[in-house]
């Protein structure tokens, strides 16, 4: 597991190869009606589930090693005051510039939609959000967890010893959201609504997130087991994303709209020990998955809006040569608008906070 002074080659890994899936599904409507209109030509799961998962183990990490030090309010706050030194600068910063390109005519959005709910990351807490800043649906998701989770604990703390209060709240986070999907489930909705209705309603994904917290609990009181099983847990999960992957179920069914968002998180569960094992001395390997790493962040941030559409809003794709330059240009520009950002942007915060708390 990470820490502050050393990073994980797998899990870097794991996270540069979630946020290649992610800008490689935001981009491919730069290659319509070009010969690479299908590109990537194989199915893969969504980024944002690893994501999810890979956080949950991290976090989940975090809050055991701060919790078997004591765990009171004072934790609880600096826990946060951590947390959302790494995500809200970026965040309100990507805000604004979706403000501002939608007003300047750049890109298209609904500027009816932005209010206050963004500040506060209620934007789709129990409604879908639809218009504008899309992307910032997961986002929400992440803070609702940072902030229900400690919380949760932190009471639980109170009645059990850390390793049983800890595996109370990560089931209780993986089975609330399970039994609100269940309780929500509509037969009637189409694709669309299944997107915006179901996957990206901050109380219906919480879940996803809470299997990397039974991760970090594995690790932290069963690593021979974690060690001993993580080849066979590979397997299992690998064959179980094949299954995701080529089931044609429709998403007006109920294990579209309930299980499928439980069954994702566990199968990408399964595989990460694995990654987390990963090791490479082959060092411009090594540096270029940390350099996709360290600003996969602000790559998630800025490659829908402000990269993808910029470009496909502005400069439509004419024929196929065209276009094959223009997606090249989009993987081009995101990185080297994200490593503006996190140099310029996340690391002097990062370095700030680091310096702060010693």
Not at 84 to 110: A, E, H, K, Q, V
Not at 195 to 219: C, N
Request: glycine share 6%.
């Amino acid at each position: 597991m990470n820490n502050n002074t050393t990073r994980n080659f797998g899990l870097d890994l794991f996270r540069a190869l979630a946020i290649v899936l992610v800008v490689l599904s935001h981009g491919k409507f730069l290659l319509n009606g070009t010969v690479l209109e299908n590109f990537p030509f194989v199915k893969m799961l969504d980024g944002v589930d690893l994501f999810f998962v890979l956080s949950g183990f991290l976090i989940g990490g975090i809050l055991l090693n701060s919790s078997s030090e004591g765990w009171n309010w004072r934790g609880v706050a600096h826990f946060w005051k951590r947390r959302w030194l790494r995500t809200l600068p970026n965040y309100y910063l990507i805000l604004l510039l979706n403000f501002i390109f939608i007003s300047c005519g750049i890109i298209s959005g609904d500027l009816t939609v932005f209010g206050w709910k963004f500040i506060f990351f209620l934007q789709n807490f129990t409604k879908p959000l639809i218009g504008f800043f899309w992307e910032s649906w997961s986002l929400a998701v992440e803070e609702w967890f940072y902030i229900f989770t400690p919380v949760m604990l932190w009471g639980l703390l109170k009645v059990f010893r850390l390793k049983w209060a800890y595996l109370v709240a990560t089931l209780v986070m993986i089975a609330v959201p399970l039994i609100y999907r269940a309780y929500s489930f509509d037969p009637k909705l189409d694709d669309f609504w299944f997107d915006v209705q179901v996957r990206k309603i901050v109380l219906f994904r919480l879940d996803a997130i809470a299997f990397g917290l039974l991760l970090a609990w594995m690790y932290s009181f069963h690593k021979n087991l974690w060690d001993k099983w993580k080849n066979a847990a590979l397997v299992f999960g690998l064959a179980i994303v094949l299954f995701l992957l080529n089931n044609s179920a429709s998403n007006a069914t109920f294990y579209r709209q309930v299980f499928y968002f439980s069954i994702t998180p566990l199968a990408i569960a399964l595989i990460l020990p694995w990654f987390e094992g990963i090791t490479s001395s082959w060092k411009r390997l090594v540096a270029a998955v940390t350099r996709i790493s360290k600003i996969s962040y602000s790559m998630y941030l800025i490659n829908l809006a402000l990269v993808a559409q910029v470009i496909g809003l502005n400069f439509p794709v004419q024929g196929n040569a065209d276009g094959i330059m223009k997606y090249a240009a989009y993987w081009l520009v995101v990185i080297a608008v994200s490593s503006a950002l996190y140099y310029f942007v996340e690391r002097p915060i990062l370095r700030w906070r680091d310096n702060a708390s010693r």
